[in-house]
């Protein structure tokens, strides 16, 4: 059983923060460190998109430029957990945020294309104006 639960979701005025939190259990929590993990959005009506990922030592990083500088990806091996702080935020970064998990090596910009098979169920951000 492979599961990945997001958590920290909610209702955030614009300029406020927010942290996400993702849990990995089954056979990614087993297995986290070997994982490399990301975090995508999607807006309402629209795909979904890469917003940071990491790689299995927390070595290497990635960004979509347009949160650079914002938002922070972060891992806890020990806890099997990805966190995703969030900064300084704007309406468009309201969507639902899923963490998902890449069976692969990965540096760079290689991370936000790396094949993530496992994905969570989501956690929704509301950003308001």
């Known amino acids: 059983q492979v599961q990945l639960v997001e958590s920290g979701g909610g209702l955030v005025q614009a300029g406020g923060s927010l942290i996400l939190s993702c849990a990995a259990s089954?056979?990614?929590?087993?297995?986290?460190?070997?994982?490399?993990m990301g975090w995508f959005r999607q807006a309402a009506g629209k795909e979904r998109d890469f917003v940071a990922a990491m790689s299995w030592n927390g070595g290497s990083t990635d960004y979509v430029d347009s949160v650079k500088g914002r938002f922070a990806i972060s891992r806890d091996n020990a806890k099997n957990t990805v966190y995703l702080q969030k900064n300084s935020l704007k309406h468009e970064n309201t969507g639902v945020y899923y963490c998902?998990?890449?069976?692969?090596?990965?540096?760079?910009?290689?991370?936000?294309?790396?094949?993530?098979?496992?994905w969570g169920q989501g956690t929704q951000v509301t950003v308001s104006s």
């Open positions: 089954g056979r990614i929590g087993r297995s986290f460190s070997m994982y490399a």
């Open positions: 998902a998990a890449a069976a692969a090596y990965g540096t760079g910009r290689q991370l936000q294309y790396l094949e993530y098979n496992f």
